[in-house]
């Protein structure tokens, strides 16, 4: 057997995109609930008012303009108030993924279900006891949960409140909330990552016109590193069973040509958003590189002598990553483009097929990263998202024939089968966006991952009724044989 004894077949969504109930339960509102229904060429806004009375919008990440406030409007269709509505239907939907026979689950504890205004405002019983309910449901069925602390769904109270990641408090505030998590969870949760794809944050600086955030973003990113570091160690105290990971966006990057210029663009890209983070959680220490990233964007990050300590001893048990596409860079410039990130060009590969979405399909470049990974970090590797977003059509026999949406999954398993047979030290592999759910970057609903259907477009119509696609059925079997009948 290719992969080994109770490697984690798994399926994976989060709060904020499949919960609903975005103000059920004591929850306070996250940034993500104030953003519309994007649409396959755009990513979706977040809405404001402004200190004028304007209306205003701003992509995810960014923060409200001086004086204005987050404020729902009437003709905004917000998709992820009702998600996939899995608040009210966890029951229902975990017996689907026992049918189908998950090994393990991921979703996110919202933070804010579970101190909805900090730890001033104090715990949230109801939160609390929702999560106790979902882990329980998944372990009467012999699934494994792992859990997700955050992905990027604070309560914009911290936003009110503090000003965001940069300020400091927010430490504090996402070790009490982890301590809280572990502590209520012990014994019920025994694997916990904690901040979802923690690179992309420094993304917003690449572009060009950007680099003003540089500083900002790259303290954000300081302060989330160190509150993973000591939410690590407080995960030990409470219970030394317990095994905390780091999870990181995955990208493999190819040069455009063996000009020995393109070929370090796309080694100084695998540096600057896979290893600068993967190296300071799993290893304990910025990279040397770290500072050719600063002085780029022309400042010096100041660490304290008691954060090195604390990302030294709070090193990342295993690490996770997702991985949905690769890229291709060049130096040169392409005729009628712009500069895309710093020094170089992203450009389609020739030799691959895309996604109604531009995500260039790469099962290789899976392959390539987990041996990249395996290589670099010597410590347990889980593959926590890979999936395929697609307009899924109902057929004229009332089924959902996602052939595309098998066949990639068959690829990337295929070749990630190859890399465990090569020594890749790998625990487990989640399908993302199981479940149909609102989509994180577009915001639609009808860009869909599942392996089940949800009956809920764009435009808020359906019945959320749930139906098993032909992938269902596919991935059963694949459990079943750990990972040997692909077809
Ligand atoms: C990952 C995120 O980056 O990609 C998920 O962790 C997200 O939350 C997934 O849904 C797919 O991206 P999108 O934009 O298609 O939802």
Redesign the pocket.
């Given at each position: 057997m290719s992969f080994p004894e109770g490697f984690l077949w798994g399926g994976s969504i989060?709060a904020a995109?499949a919960e609903g109930a975005f103000l059920e339960g004591g929850k306070s509102p996250v940034q993500i609930d104030y953003g519309d229904a994007g649409s396959t060429k755009g990513a979706r806004r977040i809405h404001y008012r402004n200190a004028d009375g304007s209306r205003g919008t701003m992509y995810q990440f960014q923060h409200l303009p001086e004086g204005a406030s987050y404020e729902f409007f009437d003709d905004v269709h917000y998709t992820n108030h009702v998600g996939s509505d899995f608040y009210h239907t966890y029951k229902e939907d975990i017996r689907l993924f026992a049918e189908l026979g998950l090994k393990s689950f991921n979703t996110t504890v919202s933070w804010a279900r579970i101190y909805p205004r900090g730890v001033e405002g104090g715990v949230n019983q109801e939160g609390v006891e929702f999560y106790r309910n979902v882990f329980t449901e998944l372990r009467k069925y012999h699934i494994e949960p792992v859990i997700t602390l955050y992905?990027y769904d604070e309560p914009v109270y911290f936003e009110l409140t503090y000003g965001g990641w940069e300020n400091r408090a927010m430490i504090d505030e996402f070790v009490a909330f982890a301590k809280t998590c572990f502590t209520e969870y012990k014994g019920l949760v025994n694997k916990w990552l904690t901040f979802?794809?923690i690179n992309v944050l420094a993304q917003g600086a690449i572009y060009p016109g950007s680099e003003g955030r540089a500083k900002g973003l790259f303290t954000e990113l300081h302060n989330q590193m160190v509150a993973s570091a000591r939410a690590v160690k407080a995960a030990h105290e409470v219970d030394p069973s317990i095994r905390v990971g780091c999870m990181i966006?995955g990208c493999s990057v190819y040069p455009m040509t063996p000009d020995p210029k393109d070929v370090m663009a796309a080694y100084s890209y695998f540096q600057d958003e896979f290893c600068y983070c993967g190296d300071t959680m799993v290893r304990g220490a910025y990279p040397s590189f770290a500072k050719r990233i600063w002085h780029g964007y022309g400042f010096d990050l100041e660490v304290s002598e008691e954060d090195r300590k604390d990302l030294l001893e709070g090193k990342s048990d295993f690490i996770a990553f997702?991985y949905?596409f690769s890229n291709c860079v060049t130096t040169h410039k392409p005729e009628g483009r712009s500069l895309m990130r710093r020094g170089m060009y992203d450009v389609r590969n020739p030799y691959i097929g895309a996604s109604d979405w531009g995500w260039q399909i790469d099962p290789m470049g899976f392959k390539f990263l987990l041996h990249l990974i395996n290589d670099r970090y010597q410590v347990p590797i889980l593959d926590i998202?890979n999936g395929f977003?697609a307009y899924d059509k109902i057929s004229e026999d009332g089924k959902i024939h996602d052939d595309y949406r098998i066949d990639y999954h068959r690829q990337h398993i295929a070749a990630m089968k190859e890399a465990v047979e090569e020594g890749v030290n790998l625990f487990g592999y989640t399908v993302?966006?199981f479940l149909d759910l609102v989509?994180?970057?577009?915001g639609q609903m009808d860009?869909r991952y599942g392996m089940i259907y949800v009956d809920m477009d764009d435009q808020g119509n359906g019945t959320l009724k749930r139906m098993k696609k032909d992938s269902f059925d596919w991935y059963r079997k694949v459990i079943e044989t750990n990972g040997e009948e692909l077809n």
């Open positions: 989060s995109q992905k979802n794809e966006a997702s949905y998202e977003g993302w966006g989509s994180f970057g577009s860009k």
